[in-house]
C-alpha cells in the first residue's frame, strides 16, 4: 500500500499536546523535528560525543513539525480531512500557542490530491439499507437500498471513516420512523441526512464550524429535502447555553460523532435534549479512551444498550 508523507507544522510548546490530539484521531505514528530537542541534546553536558555530522547540525534550523504517513486511498483522504478540521479549530482557539498548523503533503499540492477522490471515491453499501455514491457515479441497480449522495468536501465526514459507518448501521435499529433528531457536529451531515433516509422526521444540525454548517445544509438539500425538514446553526453547546436553550428538547435520538474528550464533555448535556425514552449513539471512541468516554457516560446515567468496533474504533447505543 502506498503512503504520502504528510507534515504539520506546529510551535515546540504545542508539540506533546497535538500529538496527544492526534492520536485521539487514531493517527499513532509520528515524526517529530523539533529543533527545541536538538538544542538540549547540544547541551547536554553528560554525552559522550565530540563530533556532530553536518546533517545532523542542520536539525537545529529545522522548522518544528510532526510527520505523519496516511494511505493513499479513501481512508487516508478522510483522515486527512478529518485532521484538517481537527486542527483548525485548535488554531482557532489558540492561534498563538499552536503557531500555524500547517499541512504539506510530499511534493504534491493539496488542491491537486483531493482530486485523487474520484479515483477512489465508488458507490459502496452501508448496513442493510444505505448505499452511498458521490455526483458523478451513477447507480442503476439500488437493491431496494436508499441512495445518500455525498461528495467529499473540506468538511468530514463521506461515509467511509468507521467511525460514521457504525453509527449509520446503527441508526437502522434506532429509526423507526418520524422521530425528531440531534445531531451534533454534524460535519457533512452524512448522518442527518441518513437519518431523514431511514425516516426521521426532522434533524437538528450543530457543528463549531461555520463551513461544515453551510456544507452540511446544501449537502441535505441536495438529498431532496426542503428546509422544513432540517436546521443548521454553527456552535458550541458546552459553552453555549443561548445554543443549548435554541436547541431546545423532546429530541428522541442524538448523534455525536465526536472525540473522546468532547464526548465526556458532553456527557450531562445529552439528557438535556432527550425525550424520556430517548437514545443516544455516540461514536469517534479509540480504544484506549472507551473506558474513561463510558465512566463519564454511566457517571451521567447513561447505560450501553448496543456497540459497534471496527479497527480501534468504538460506537455506542446509550438510554438513561
Known amino acids: 500500500m502506498d503512503f504520502l508523507k504528510t507534515d504539520v507544522y506546529t510551535e515546540s510548546a504545542?508539540?506533546?499536546?497535538?500529538?496527544?490530539?492526534?492520536?485521539?484521531?487514531?493517527?499513532?505514528?509520528?515524526?517529530?523535528?523539533?529543533?527545541?530537542?536538538?538544542?538540549?541534546?547540544?547541551?547536554?553536558k553528560d554525552a559522550n560525543w565530540d563530533y556532530v555530522?553536518?546533517?545532523?547540525?542542520?536539525?537545529?534550523?529545522v522548522p518544528t513539525h510532526?510527520?505523519?504517513?496516511?494511505?493513499?486511498?479513501?481512508?487516508?483522504?478522510?483522515?486527512?480531512?478529518?485532521?484538517k478540521g481537527a486542527l483548525a479549530e485548535l488554531?482557532?482557539?489558540?492561534?498563538?500557542?499552536?503557531?500555524?498548523?500547517?499541512?504539506?503533503?510530499?511534493?504534491?499540492?493539496?488542491?491537486?490530491w483531493a482530486n485523487n477522490w474520484k479515483q477512489y471515491y465508488k458507490p459502496f453499501c452501508v448496513g442493510e439499507k444505505l448505499i452511498i455514491k458521490p455526483s458523478w457515479e451513477d447507480v442503476t441497480d439500488t437493491g431496494g437500498r436508499k441512495i445518500l449522495e455525498i461528495d467529499p468536501a473540506s468538511s468530514?465526514?463521506?461515509g467511509q471513516h468507521h467511525t460514521t459507518k457504525m453509527v449509520m448501521e446503527l441508526l437502522e435499529s434506532v429509526v423507526s420512523g418520524g422521530e425528531k433528531m440531534l445531531d451534533l457536529g454534524c460535519?457533512?451531515?452524512?448522518?442527518?441526512?441518513?437519518?431523514?433516509?431511514?425516516?426521521?422526521?426532522?434533524?437538528?444540525?450543530?457543528?463549531?464550524f461555520e463551513n461544515a454548517v453551510n456544507t452540511a445544509a446544501e449537502n441535505v438539500r441536495k438529498n431532496g429535502f426542503g428546509d422544513e425538514s432540517f436546521t443548521a446553526r454553527r456552535g458550541n453547546i458546552i459553552d453555549d447555553s443561548a445554543l443549548r436553550e435554541a436547541i431546545g428538547g423532546g429530541y428522541d435520538i442524538i448523534t455525536a460523532n465526536i472525540v473522546?474528550?468532547?464526548?465526556?464533555a458532553m456527557s450531562g448535556?445529552?439528557?438535556?435534549?432527550?425525550?424520556a425514552d430517548g437514545t443516544l449513539v455516540v461514536s469517534g471512541i479509540i480504544d484506549e479512551r472507551l473506558d474513561e468516554v463510558m465512566s463519564a457516560l454511566t457517571a451521567a446515567g447513561w447505560k450501553s444498550v448496543d456497540s459497534r468496533r471496527a479497527e480501534g474504533w468504538n460506537a455506542l447505543v446509550l438510554k438513561k
Do not use: C, W
Not at 53 to 61: A, I, N, S
Not at 66 to 83: R, V
Not at 260 to 264: E, L
Not at 269 to 275: D, H, I, N, S, Y
Open 53 to 61: 555530522d553536518d546533517e545532523l547540525m542542520g536539525l537545529k534550523t
Open 156 to 158: 468530514f465526514g463521506t
Open 187 to 208: 460535519g457533512s451531515g452524512i448522518l442527518s441526512i441518513a437519518g431523514l433516509l431511514l425516516g426521521v422526521k426532522s434533524v437538528y444540525m450543530v457543528d463549531v
Open 66 to 83: 510532526i510527520t505523519l504517513y496516511l494511505q493513499d486511498n479513501a481512508q487516508g483522504l478522510e483522515t486527512l480531512a478529518e485532521l
Open 260 to 264: 473522546a474528550d468532547v464526548i465526556i
Open 14 to 44: 504545542a508539540v506533546d499536546v497535538l500529538v496527544m490530539r492526534l492520536s485521539e484521531l487514531g493517527i499513532n505514528g509520528f515524526e517529530i523535528h523539533d529543533s527545541a530537542d536538538f538544542d538540549e541534546f547540544l547541551e547536554n
Open 91 to 112: 488554531r482557532a482557539a489558540e492561534p498563538d500557542f499552536y503557531g500555524s498548523l500547517e499541512i504539506q503533503i510530499g511534493n504534491v499540492r493539496e488542491e491537486d
Open 269 to 275: 448535556l445529552f439528557g438535556g435534549f432527550l425525550k
